[in-house]
Each structure stands twice: as structure tokens, then as C-alpha cells.
């Protein structure tokens, strides 16, 4: 069907991209009315369809690679002077793929490599939490399918609004956090346990932002042969469609309502809203790693935002060549699809494979013993054109080079320093019941009724636990899998995130991101880490949001280069707002490590009676969107900063210490700083601990309280067995580090400042207030 | 193939087996403050477009759809509405 | 020696079959992963086979209730196959969806040819992952747990794996399991007291504990519990405390096995 374009003016022209959902702006449509005028006839819906998904924000990522103008002048693609700049200047000879394919992949032991992505559904999961949960863990387990890797791990960072939101305040339309929060953790569990993948890691935190706007991340990890990482689709290739049969799920989500197609409404009701099926992934999933290992394809992708046409298009353009599709080849769930429909629909469980023809056979035949449907639909071809066909009929026709060259974005960014009121509060005498309301403030109680659903040893290669210590019920920064059976080395997956400083300064909130995601890595013996960030953010058309954007991404670069830590792959979600404002700015950073021998990892739960305990790292007066100042209610302003070339040779040398079997426990300091951690590590443990607030190594004049709670980055707390004091101590000369106390007989957590107690707590009460019973 | 029966079959945990999604129901429903739930069962409605008759749908309860250890079934016939 | 095979059987949605073959083949034999297609169609004969193992997952999503369709369809589609190899007294294992599996196919308890028992939804009514012990209570019927020691830990991780026993004929089932020596695993204290129904350490309400049962004949062996999640010390929950202690308590089972079939075949 032809859509009149050519000789129509600026509002038609901006009426028919509202109506029909393109979200193009009025340059892009101009810029499709000449190429169509140069060509003398307008263009098909199916070709309208094609630029709207190619030039969408969640496709080509215009703000990122766009131009941006701020105060101190214009900024030329944020993605490549930031982030990305980053892995080109340290230009690190193990990583193997980055920002180029699906996942990053970096290199881990002989022709194996480890992929890695991490992929939101925020909107998704807001309108239908367990399908919108599922379909986000299906949907990045098909990234890591789509560079030909065998999927071992998920890990999933989930935010939402309070649990106890009221009822009354709760915007019209918007489902209740609590209710949000129980189908999104049963979405996210019942993909990952079906599909046999170890859910290994991950967070949860509450804001009341999240409260229209849940965030679900979804991060899958997976192995890949580097020899049969195969990208080299040419002429004459065919083009395999595989999985589950296309229908109309999730085309412009609400396209449904308008006119022309309200007969077939009815009929279709309810599509719109992806369960998925993750038993039909899996079958998918044998097939390629089957087509993989005999080395049948010559590409792959996966259909994800825009289906085939997103799919074929980078495909095509990838290899410099062209494509025949036909679309009536393409197997249907309802009969009555227009073309276009099935063009651009993103139904889920379907992956797109390149095939030499002389091995189509085969590949047809491993589909089919896993019972899986694979149909051929068309070929590459050498003119640089994509070709539609549907019944015959040329429904589309595009030139793939300017189908790529989509019109530059310019955002405008401004920056506003944000001062929130000073915490204004005397030190209480006993700090015992802030801790003691700390640990079961939400975001840092105990997640083990949720981590439990998930399954997290399937695969019999989770060899470091998301929970550890004598009762199995303590936190661990970082999960470690050992995924060769031949091999000891391991795979170190954490992560880093807190919203909290992201109401203050975007900037250090990025750079506690990366500091909390590196260091919760090392805690446990990884090294040799690689990053991946994931933006969630307001709308990049407005420039406070952008001001704010452009802070956290600079800070990216400053913060990972210092850190040595490459970016590998990254995504960016930036129209989490709704009527009720925008989320708070909230990078998640997450963290791939590795660990050359798994036996060495170290847990975080005290081993022993009568050790020393040391803190790495300088405590600052650094409370401002503390936990503590949080319980006290406020937010302040003094926000962690980073000093990453300091932190990197304390980490360098707590490694060092580890490798030599120095040390027996090892936590990272975050929400809660040193009280939360120390109290962490003796529930682990259930081994008592006392502390000296006053052989704390500070920065400035602190209050004791300050001392406890403050959340100051790069830091540890380390258990030592006295024998090694000197060993330890002589390691360390040179970085900041004190022994601020001992492991004990008793079955206390006490905390002296000189000789005052400020804390007294049994490690049972700090159980029970870390489990939620407060 | 012109199908004109629908089979509605409803499979129950028999009386006395625990239910657990009941109960955990229940629990999710009192802590909303719908406290005058006295209690609750679920069941799982299995909708079959078939022209076996009554006998033979209740085979595929015994056979497949329903554990005869802990489950009953309920078969209901509900007619197709003429298309014309 | 002949050359020893498994045949690890899996069907769409089965996922734990490939730890479950490294662990079989730690013993020197070979263990095939099979899917059941082939069986079906012909193409492949179980009876090719020394021993059979029924690996975790969601064969077929578990839809209608774990394990029910692939019980179901083995026993119409190859129900003769699995009776002679049952006759050739060639063992079966069945773990965590294979166990439902063989509880649904009929297979287990095996007083009679058809379903007898059930595997419920866990009292807990949710899916839950953690490490329980078990108490080893079998008297030397089951042919899987010799030389086992008393007390096991290894991990769970099911939705659906409270035993249920027909309503109203619970004791008199009871006893006949106990009469045959058909009892295998119950989850117990570190100690290898039976929990008693008390949760988490029956972790899904199970009667009278029972973790694992065996068919009269100790040929065939039904386990919730993972064994090849706890072949090694590296895989146990808190190694980092207590050391690496080499293979952990699933090792035997598998041992067992192999050990079975290398001394009858």
C-alpha cells in the first residue's frame, strides 16, 4: 500500500507520522519525502515502516551518537567520546568484540571467549510485569545467541516503588509496586529456571520514582568458541527464519485502537502483551549451538526491536550487500497480517541465521529433530537494495546506504547543581538501633526469599553463591562460575548501582557505580574486568535530563579509564518518564571479571575466632544519599567521590594479598558503609567482631557516627588470621589501610569509639533486622 | 475440520490435599486487608475444542490432564454458538 | 570389558543433561545424550543401552504438571522398550524432573503399572533453590546407594516435589515403602535426624520426608535432590569455610551406577 508523501506539507507530513506511529520528527520525514521525490513515487507503508523502526531511538540510539550542545560547547557523539573512548584508548588486547555486535566478548581461556550484555524492559514490564520481566530475560539471552554463544548465566537488577506505597496515591493506570514486584521476580525466575540458566546475580532497590516507571534489567552471560564466531554472510546467502511464528505482538504496541484496523481488534486483543516461552528458546537455543559447532551459518542475529526489518537491514549492511526477502514465506500465528505487519513485528523467540546454500539442508534438519520451525525467506543479494516481496508483488524498495544514514539528533544539555537540605542532627548515643534499622530498610535487607526462586546452580558451574556463610544467608558481593570442566579459571560477574546518588550529582553517582561494580568483583579474587553500562534516564529532549546525562557519561570516562576497565557493550533506555516526573537518573555498571584459579575465590562471611580485621581504603565525611542520613530522613549533599588511581592500587595489592592466601573474608563497603559490612560479615559467619571506630584511617574531622555509616567509595573490610600480620602488613605499606579490630569468642557485634560503645548488638538481632523482622 | 463442541474441564486439588497457591492466595489477600476470606482454592480450566464425546474427554482427564492421586476433575459441554 | 553406555534422555525443556553426562563420564564409560524423538521415531533403541538417566528441567514446560507429558508419552510411545529394559534389569536414575517423570509414567513406586503417587506443588507454593541434607535410610535394596553414607547434603531446586501419597491410603502405602526397603532419601538435620515436615530442611512438605524412592527391585531410583550439582566440593554452597574436600555426595550415586553395570553386563 502507497502512502501519499510527495508534494504534501510540513503538518501532513508530521500528522501522518503521528498517525501511524513512526515517531519521526519532521526532519526525518523531509528527509524521506526527497528520497522519495528523487525516486519520483511515494513510498509503501512497508518501506515508511522500515525508516520509523531503523531511525528509532531504541535502534540507532540518537542521543548517544547525536550532537549535543552544552555550555562549554558541542558534543560529537557522546557514546564515542565518552564510553567508547574508553576501550579505544586502552585498546586491551582481550577484548575480542565490543560495541560492534549483539554482546561484548572478551577473551577467557584458549579459543574460548565469555559474552556478555545487559538489556532493559522498563516499559514492558510496567504494563505487563511477568511477561515484561520474561520477555527481557528472553530477549538478552538471544543477544548472547546472536553472537553465536551458549548462554550460562543471567543476572537481573530490578527497581520499583516503595512496597508500601499507598494505595491512594498511586497515579491512574499504574499498577501497584508491590504488584509489580511479585510478577516481575516470577517472570524473570520462570525464563531463566525453564531455560536450564543459572540465575547467578543481581539487586533490587526501591525509590519512589520507580513507582510508574519500574526498571528491569536483564544481563545474560554466556561462552563463545572466538574460532566459530562466524561474520561473513555474502550474495547468494540464505536467510533463515527460526523459532516461534510471527505475529502481532508488539508492533507500535497501541496501533491496534486506530480505525482502519479496528475490525480485526477484536480478534487480536490481548496480543500486544508477550508472555513468551522460553521452552521454545531453548529448543532454538540446541539448534544454533548445534549450526554453530558443524559451522553450518555464515551469520546470525537475533529479531528484537523492528523484527526482520532492523534484522535484515544491519544484516545487509554489515556485509555491504542486499537483500530478497518474501515475506509470505514467513510463518504466521493470524492469517490476516499486512506485509508490513509481518515486517516489523516483534515477536519473540525467533532468531535470524545466514546460511551458505550448499548447507541449507543440514540446518533445516537440525531444527527440525529439536522440533523448532526454520523457513527459508529469501537471500543476500550484491546490489546494495533491499528487496521486499510479498506474494510476488515488490511491496518495498530501499537503498540500504541511506537507509543508514539517519539524521543526526541535537539535544541540548544543561547542568544544575541540585542543593537539598543539610542532615542537621546530633550523634545519638547508641548507634545500635540505626544499624539495626539500616539493615532491614529495603534496600539492603536480606533478597533471599527472592534469590531462592531463582534457580542458581543449574549447570553445576556456580561455584561462589548469591548467598554465603555458616547458614547459607549472607550476601555475596560477586558470583563466580567455573564453566569448563577442564579448567579452573572462572568467571567473576558483579555489579554497581545506587539511585540515591543520582538525586545529588549524576557524575559521582556514575563513578560510585563503577567503583561499587569493580570493587564487589575483587572482593572475591576477579581481576581483569570489563564493563557494561546501562543508562535509564528521562527524556533526552529535555536539557536538565540531558545536563544530568552528560555528567554520568563523562564520568564514565574519567572514572574506567583511571580504573583500567574497558567498556565492552552498553544500552541506553532514556524515556523513563512519565506524568509523575522522570526516574531518578539511575546507571546500572556491571562488572565481568575473571579469576585464573576459582579455588582461590574468597567469601565474605568471617572464617574464624580471634583474627585480625583491617579496613582498606580512607573514610571521607561522605553521608550525602547515605543510608544513614536516609533513616534519619534526609538526603544531603556530600556525595562518595572517587579517586580511582588510589583505589586501583589498593586493589591491585588486595589481589596480590589474596593470591597469596592472606586473606579469609573480604566485603566491600557500600549502603551502610563499615557498620552494615561488618555486621554482613559476622551474620555470615556468626562469629562476633568488635571494632575501634578511632583506628579508622579519615580524611577531615569526622563524628563518629560519620565514621560508622559514612558510604565513602574503594573501600574493604578484610579478615586476616594474625599469623599473616606481618605478611599482610608489609603487602599493604604504602596504601591506606588500619586494623580497626578482632574477631571474637562471643556472639557480638560491638563497636567502640576509644572506649565508648556506640554499637552492642547479638550477630541473632543483626540476623533478625537484616531479615526483615524489624 | 468443522468443530461444534467446547469442553470446559476444571481440575481441583481433591478435598483434603493442600493447596498451596490457595493458601499462599489467601495470605497475599488478608495482607490487603480483605480479611473476611475465609479461604481460598484454585483450579486450573483447561478450554477443548473437540468432538470426542463426553467419555473421551473424560479419558484425557484420567489419562493426562488431572493426577488422579490429588486432583479431581469437572467436565462442562458448552455448545459452539452457530456462526451463521 | 565391553564399552560401557548411558543414555542421558532428554525431551524439550529437559536442561540439566550436561553436567549429568560430565558426570556419568567421570567414570571412564560413555553417556549419550539422547533426545526422545529419536526414541520415538525409531531411530534409536533404548535397549542399545546399559543404563538410562532421566535428567532435570522443564520437559515440555512443564505444562499440565511436571513431568506429566513426557511420562506419559514414553509409556505410549515406547512403553514396550522401556519394559524389556526394565526385564534386562538394566538401571534407571531419575533426578528432580526425571523422578516426576518416572512418578508420572507409572514407573515409581511400581507396585502396579499406572500412576500411583504424585509430585505436588512444594507446600511453600513457590519454586526454591537451597542445599538440604539427607538421611540415607535404605536397608541395601537400592542398587544406587551402597556404601552411601549415612548423611547427605546436596542441593533442591524444584517447584513441585511434595510426595503425595493416595488420600486416605497414606499408611498403608507408607508401609509397604518401607516393607520393600523402597525408602531411599529423607530430608533430615545435619545430624541425619528426619526434619519432620519442618521447613526449610523439608523443603516442600514431602510425607514422611521422603526425598528419593526406588521400585521393589532397587533398579530404578527417583531423587528430587541434584546429585550432579554436588559431584564436586567446588559446587557446595560454603567451601570457602570449610575447604575443598574433593568429590562431594553425589559422586556415589553416579559411581554406583557404573559400577552396576560394569559388574552385570
Known amino acids: ?774 | 475440520m468443522c468443530i461444534n463442541m467446547i469442553y470446559e474441564v476444571r481440575i481441583s486439588y481433591k478435598p483434603g490435599v493442600q493447596d498451596p497457591e490457595g493458601e499462599s492466595t489467601l495470605e497475599g489477600l488478608r495482607a490487603l486487608g480483605f480479611e473476611k476470606v475465609e479461604e481460598v482454592r484454585s483450579a486450573k480450566l483447561y478450554v477443548i475444542k473437540s468432538d470426542y464425546d463426553l467419555q473421551q474427554i473424560e479419558e484425557m482427564c484420567k489419562r493426562l490432564l488431572a493426577n488422579p492421586i490429588s486432583q479431581d476433575y469437572e467436565i462442562r459441554e458448552v455448545k459452539q454458538h452457530s456462526s451463521r | 570389558m565391553r564399552d560401557i553406555k548411558f543414555c542421558v534422555l532428554r525431551g524439550p525443556g529437559t536442561n540439566c543433561d550436561i553436567e549429568t553426562k560430565v558426570s556419568l563420564e567421570h567414570f571412564r564409560c560413555t553417556a549419550e545424550i539422547l533426545h526422545i524423538n529419536k526414541l520415538i521415531k525409531g531411530e534409536r533403541s533404548l535397549l542399545d543401552y546399559h543404563g538410562l538417566v532421566i535428567p532435570g528441567g522443564f520437559s515440555y514446560g512443564d505444562r499440565v504438571r511436571s513431568g506429566a507429558i513426557m511420562g506419559k508419552t514414553l509409556m505410549k510411545k515406547i512403553g514396550n522398550e522401556i519394559k524389556k529394559f526394565v526385564e534386562e534389569e538394566k538401571p534407571i536414575l531419575g533426578i528432580c524432573n526425571g523422578f516426576q517423570v518416572l512418578v508420572e509414567a507409572g514407573m515409581l513406586p511400581g507396585f502396579k503399572e499406572e500412576q500411583e503417587v504424585a509430585l505436588g506443588t512444594n507446600s511453600s507454593s513457590r519454586f526454591e533453590d537451597r542445599w538440604v541434607y539427607l538421611v540415607n535410610e535404605n536397608r541395601g535394596n537400592c542398587i544406587f546407594t551402597r556404601n552411601l553414607k549415612k548423611v547427605l547434603r546436596m542441593p533442591v531446586a524444584h517447584g513441585e516435589g511434595k510426595l503425595i501419597l493416595p488420600l486416605g491410603l497414606e499408611e498403608e502405602y507408607l508401609d509397604r515403602l518401607k516393607r520393600n526397603d523402597q525408602i531411599v532419601f529423607r530430608y533430615s538435620y545435619e545430624d541425619g535426624t528426619p526434619a519432620l515436615g519442618k521447613y526449610p530442611h523439608n523443603p516442600n512438605g514431602s510425607i514422611f520426608d521422603i526425598a528419593g524412592i526406588c521400585d521393589p527391585s532397587g533398579l530404578i531410583l527417583g531423587m528430587m535432590p541434584h546429585p550432579e550439582r554436588a559431584f564436586h566440593w567446588i559446587t557446595y554452597p560454603d567451601w570457602t569455610r570449610k575447604g575443598l574436600k574433593g568429590y562431594g555426595d553425589g559422586y556415589v550415586i553416579f559411581e554406583n551406577m557404573v559400577k552396576y553395570v560394569k559388574d552385570n553386563f
Open chain 1, 1 to 774: 500500500m502507497r502512502v501519499k508523501l510527495i508534494g504534501i506539507d510540513a503538518n501532513q507530513l508530521l500528522e501522518i507520522s503521528e498517525k501511524r506511529q513512526l515517531s519521526l520528527n519532521l526532519e526525518e520525514m523531509k528527509a524521506i519525502q526527497s528520497y522519495f521525490s528523487s525516486l519520483g513515487r511515494d513510498p509503501t507503508d512497508v518501506e515508511l515502516e522500515t525508516f520509523a523502526q531503523t531511525w528509532s531511538e531504541h535502534c540507532v540510539h540518537k542521543t548517544f551518537k547525536g550532537e549535543i550542545l552544552t555550555k562549554e560547547g558541542k558534543i560529537n557523539n557522546l557514546l564515542k567520546s565518552t564510553i567508547a573512548r574508553v576501550t579505544k584508548e586502552l585498546n586491551c588486547e582481550w577484548c575480542f568484540s565490543v560495541f560492534e555486535d549483539n554482546a561484548g566478548i572478551v577473551d577467557f581461556e584458549g579459543d574460548i571467549g565469555v559474552a556478555f550484555k545487559v538489556e532493559t524492559h522498563n516499559h514492558p514490564s510496567a504494563i505487563e510485569p511477568f511477561g515484561g520481566a520474561a520477555t527481557g530475560v528472553g530477549g538478552v539471552i538471544r543477544d548472547i545467541l546472536g553472537v553465536w554463544g551458549e548462554p550460562i548465566a543471567n543476572t537481573d537488577v530490578l527497581c520499583f516503588g516503595p512496597q508500601d506505597f499507598p494505595y491512594h496515591k498511586l497515579p491512574k493506570g499504574t499498577k501497584h509496586p508491590r504488584f509489580i514486584s511479585k510478577y516481575v521476580i516470577l517472570g524473570i525466575g520462570a525464563y531463566g529456571n525453564n531455560m536450564g540458566i543459572p540465575t547467578v546475580n543481581g539487586a533490587i532497590l526501591f525509590d519512589e520514582s520507580y513507582v510508574t516507571n519500574p526498571l528491569v534489567f536483564c544481563g545474560t552471560v554466556g561462552l563463545v568458541p572466538k574460532s566459530k564466531y562466524v561474520r561473513k554472510g555474502k550474495p547468494g546467502d540464505i536467510l533463515v527464519l527460526v523459532g516461534g511464528k510471527t505475529g502481532r505482538d508488539g508492533i507500535h504496541g497501541v496501533t491496534f485502537a486506530s480505525t482502519e484496523l479496528h475490525e480485526e481488534a477484536e480478534e487480536t486483543f490481548g496480543t500486544a502483551v508477550q508472555i513468551g516461552d522460553p521452552i521454545e528458546e531453548e529448543k532454538i537455543k540446541r539448534g544454533i549451538i548445534e549450526v554453530r559447532n558443524r559451522q553450518l551459518g555464515s551469520a546470525i542475529t537475533d529479531l528484537g526491536g523492528g523484527g526482520l526489518s532492523s534484522a535484515v537491514g544491519e544484516l545487509a549492511r554489515l556485509f555491504n550487500c542486499g537483500a530478497i526477502v518474501e515475506l509470505d514465506k514467513v510463518p504466521l500465528k493470524y492469517p490476516k497480517m499486512s506485509p508490513w505487519e509481518i515486517w516489523v513485528s516483534e515477536s519473540q523467540e525467533r532468531m535470524l541465521l545466514c546460511v551458505p546454500k550448499e548447507n541449507l539442508e543440514e540446518v533445516l534438519e537440525i531444527f527440525s529433530d529439536e522440533n523448532v520451525e526454520a523457513t527459508p525467506i529469501g537471500e543476500f543479494i550484491r546490489e546494495n537494495k533491499l528487496n521486499i516481496y510479498y506474494k510476488g508483488e515488490l511491496v518495498g524498495q530501499i537503498d540500504v546506504s541511506f537507509l543508514f544514514n539517519e539524521i543526526k539528533a541535537v539535544r541540548k544539555a544543561v547542568w544544575k547543581e541540585r542543593r537539598h537540605p543539610e542532615a542537621k542532627f546530633s550523634m545519638p548515643d547508641d548507634l545500635t538501633l540505626d544499624l539495626l534499622k539500616i539493615l532491614s530498610s529495603p534496600n539492603v535487607v536480606s533478597k533471599e526469599s527472592v534469590i531462592r526462586t531463582y534457580d542458581h546452580e543449574v549447570k553445576a558451574m556456580t561455584v561462589l553463591k548469591p548467598l554465603q556463610g555458616v547458614y547459607n544467608d549472607a550476601p555475596s558481593d560477586a558470583a563466580v562460575l567455573k564453566p569448563l570442566y577442564n579448567s579452573w579459571k572462572g568467571i567473576v560477574i558483579s555489579n554497581g548501582i545506587n539511585p540515591e546518588y543520582g538525586k545529588i550529582d549524576p557524575y559521582w553517582m556514575a563513578a560510585s557505580a563503577i567503583d561499587e561494580a569493580i570493587r564487589n568483583n575483587v572482593a572475591v579474587g576477579g581481576r581483569r574486568i570489563a564493563l557494561l553500562d546501562n543508562f535509564c534516564w528521562g527524556n533526552p529532549e529535555k536539557p536538565e535530563n540531558m545536563g544530568g546525562l552528560v555528567r554520568a557519561a563523562q564520568a564514565c570516562y574519567d572514572i574506567a579509564k583511571a580504573f583500567e576497565t574497558p567498556f565492552i557493550s552498553g544500552k541506553d533506555s532514556l524515556y523513563n518518564e512519565s506524568s509523575a516526573g522522570p526516574v531518578t537518573p539511575t546507571l546500572l555498571i556491571s562488572a565481568i571479571g575473571i579469576l585464573p584459579d576459582v579455588r582461590k575465590a574468597v567469601s565474605m562471611d568471617l572464617k574464624e575466632k580471634n583474627s585480625l580485621v583491617y579496613i582498606i581504603g580512607l573514610t571521607f565525611d561522605e553521608l550525602g544519599g547515605s543510608h544513614y542520613y536516609k533513616v534519619h530522613g534526609y538526603l544531603g549533599n556530600s556525595v562518595p567521590k572517587v579517586d580511582a588511581l588510589r583505589a586501583k592500587i589498593q586493589i591491585d595489592t588486595l589481589i596480590r594479598a589474596m593470591d597469596k592466601g592472606l586473606i579469609l573474608s573480604c566485603h566491600d563497603l557500600s549502603e551502610g558503609g563499615l557498620a552494615v559490612a561488618a555486621a554482613e560479615m559476622a551474620i555470615g559467619g556468626n562469629i562476633g567482631l568488635e571494632i575501634d571506630l578511632e583506628r579508622v584511617l579519615v580524611r577531615g574531622k569526622l563524628r563518629s557516627d560519620h565514621i560508622l555509616f559514612s558510604e565513602s567509595n574503594s573501600r574493604f573490610l578484610v579478615e586476616v588470621a594474625e599469623k599473616n600480620k606481618d605478611a599482610f602488613e608489609e603487602l599493604f605499606n604504602g596504601c591506606p589501610y588500619s586494623e580497626i579490630g578482632v574477631t571474637t569468642e562471643s556472639d557480638e557485634l560491638i563497636v567502640y569509639a576509644s572506649s565508648r560503645k556506640l554499637i552492642s548488638s547479638t550477630i541473632d538481632d543483626l540476623r533478625k533486622a537484616w531479615q526483615g523482622g524489624l
